[in-house]
Each structure stands twice: as structure tokens, then as C-alpha cells.
């Protein structure tokens, strides 16, 4: 009798834990594809303000013709730090402009991300771009899909020329000055 209480006993532990466990694999494979849940702004940070930041670059737009004019057609090898902005020229946010500045651009689908690409492509932390030596370089954060610079798959942390095109998921974009 109490060899059957046992296992009985075992068996209910042993389905606990398999259930136990199949909630870990759902909750991170949620979190994989949706990210973290949305969190309320504060008051003083309002959305608009987020979007007043690439408003903001075309007012240099005359300064830039003028080193466009001056600059060789094809795109530096080592990577520019004259770049200014990136630009978005492919994806559901095509056309939007930011500005770059010294520290690093987180890129992928959370909401933590400088910039954010809602995109089935695109992991939730995908990749960084930043300037490293005076050079503008992308790393790869360790993507499902991967970063692709000028067609070719980033490994390692690669110099990123003005011109060239950077492609993450469904989206792509430049370093401009």
C-alpha cells in the first residue's frame, strides 16, 4: 500500500516539474518574440519628444551639401567619424534621420533599443553600432538572422563606411554626414 502512495507521490512530482517546465520554455520564447512588456512613460518624458529628435537634423541639410560634393562617390574603407546621422533607406521607417552621437545605438525589437525595428527578423537586442577608435563600427549582439554590412554577414565588430549600406532584418540603413 504505501509502495503505491509512493509512487503515486512520484508521479504528481514528476508532472509538476514537466509543467514547471514547459512554463519556462513558453515565458521565454514569449519573450523572445514580443520583448518585454511596455512600461508607461513618466510624465516628463513624453512620446513627442522621442520624435522631435529626428526633426531636429534637417536643419543642417544645407552645411551637408557641401561635403557631399567634396567627398569621393565610393565610401571610405575604415569607417568615417565625420558621420552624423544615420539614415534609414529601407523598412517600415524609411526616411527617418537620427543623430548620432558619441555613445552607442542600440538596435533590435525592445523597447530598451535606441532604435527600435518592429520586425520578425530582427531579435530583441540585435546589434550596436558605435565609435570605437574614431571609427563608426556595428557588432553583431549574437542575432538569430544576423547584421549584414554591404551585403556581407558582421562576426565581429566591423568599421562601418559613410555610404554604405547596413541591412538588420527587413530593414537597412546609412551612416551619412
Same mark, same amino acid.
Given at each position: 500500500?504505501?509502495?503505491?502512495?509512493?509512487?503515486?507521490?512520484?508521479?504528481?512530482?514528476?508532472?509538476?516539474?514537466?509543467? +514547471?517546465?514547459?512554463?519556462?520554455?513558453?515565458?521565454? +520564447?514569449?519573450?523572445?518574440?514580443?520583448?518585454?512588456?511596455?512600461?508607461?512613460?513618466?510624465?516628463?518624458?513624453?512620446?513627442?519628444?522621442?520624435?522631435?529628435?529626428?526633426?531636429?537634423?534637417?536643419?543642417?541639410? =544645407?552645411?551637408?551639401?557641401?561635403? =557631399?560634393?567634396?567627398?569621393?562617390?565610393?565610401?571610405?574603407?575604415?569607417?568615417?567619424?565625420?558621420?552624423?546621422?544615420?539614415?534609414?533607406?529601407?523598412?517600415?521607417?524609411?526616411?527617418?534621420?537620427?543623430?548620432?552621437?558619441?555613445?552607442?545605438?542600440?538596435?533590435?525589437?525592445?523597447?530598451?533599443?535606441?532604435? #527600435?525595428?518592429?520586425?520578425?527578423?530582427?531579435?530583441?537586442?540585435?546589434?550596436? +553600432?558605435?565609435?570605437?577608435?574614431?571609427?563608426? #563600427?556595428?557588432?553583431?549582439?549574437?542575432?538569430?538572422?544576423?547584421?549584414?554590412?554591404?551585403?556581407?554577414?558582421?562576426?565581429?565588430?566591423?568599421?562601418?563606411? #559613410?555610404?554604405? &549600406?547596413?541591412?538588420?532584418?527587413? &530593414?537597412?540603413?546609412? +551612416?551619412?554626414?
Amino acid at each position: 500500500m504505501t509502495s503505491e502512495l509512493t509512487l503515486l507521490a512520484l508521479r504528481f512530482g514528476f508532472l509538476a516539474v514537466l509543467w +514547471l517546465f514547459v512554463f519556462a520554455i513558453v515565458f521565454a +520564447l514569449r519573450s523572445d518574440l514580443f520583448g518585454q512588456r511596455a512600461r508607461k512613460l513618466p510624465a516628463d518624458q513624453q512620446p513627442g519628444q522621442m520624435s522631435a529628435a529626428p526633426a531636429a537634423p534637417p536643419a543642417p541639410a =544645407a552645411p551637408r551639401a557641401q561635403p =557631399a560634393s567634396a567627398a569621393p562617390a565610393a565610401p571610405s574603407p575604415g569607417g568615417d567619424p565625420a558621420a552624423r546621422r544615420l539614415v534609414i533607406t529601407k523598412g517600415a521607417k524609411a526616411g527617418l534621420e537620427m543623430p548620432l552621437s558619441d555613445g552607442p545605438l542600440t538596435i533590435g525589437r525592445s523597447q530598451e533599443s535606441n532604435l #527600435v525595428i518592429r520586425d520578425d527578423y530582427t531579435s530583441t537586442h540585435h546589434a550596436r +553600432l558605435m565609435l570605437w577608435n574614431g571609427r563608426w #563600427v556595428i557588432q553583431d549582439l549574437d542575432s538569430t538572422n544576423g547584421t549584414f554590412l554591404a551585403g556581407e554577414r558582421v562576426t565581429v565588430p566591423t568599421p562601418v563606411p #559613410v555610404g554604405s &549600406t547596413v541591412t538588420i532584418g527587413q &530593414t537597412s540603413f546609412e +551612416l551619412r554626414r
